[in-house]
Nanobody, 122 residues
Framework: QVQLVESGGGLVQAGGSLRLSCAASGRAFYAMGWFRQAPGAEREFVARITWSGGSTYYADSMKGRFTISRDNAKNTVYLQMNSLKPEDTAVYYC?????????????????WGQGTQVTVSS
């Protein structure tokens, strides 16, 4: 059984930083992604990274502020979030895909974590 467990969420002031982690167990995957969902909104793509870590892709609003990385020896993916804004407040989800290069659609991801809350105060 595949499990993805996120951690690292919390409350931070605007301009601050957080690092989210996603620990994966079970079968190996090609790519990992981060999504977020604010109350009343659809799930939104944040970033994704390929299995090797050689290719990353970000949503436009996250470029330059967020960095996705992975440590395959630890089966862990990270999302470093800097210069946080109140509009970044959401539940952040880790997702795993068997596709080599999944696009931004949640439908391209096969497994999901339970989410971790990030709240940015103004």
């Amino acid at each position: 059984q595949v499990q993805l467990v996120e951690s690292g969420g919390g409350l931070v002031q605007a301009g601050g930083s957080l690092r989210l982690s996603c620990a994966a167990s079970g079968r190996a995957f090609y790519a990992m992604g981060w999504f977020r969902q604010a109350p009343g909104a659809e799930r939104e793509f944040v970033a994704r990274i390929t299995w090797s870590g050689g290719s990353t892709y970000y949503a436009d609003s996250m470029k330059g502020r967020f960095t996705i990385s992975r440590d395959n020896a630890k089966n862990t993916v990270y999302l470093q979030m800097n210069s946080l804004k109140p509009e970044d407040t959401a539940v952040y989800y880790c997702a795993a895909s068997r596709r080599a290069f999944p696009d931004t659609s949640p439908q391209h991801y096969d497994y999901w974590g339970q989410g971790t809350q990030v709240t940015v105060s103004s």
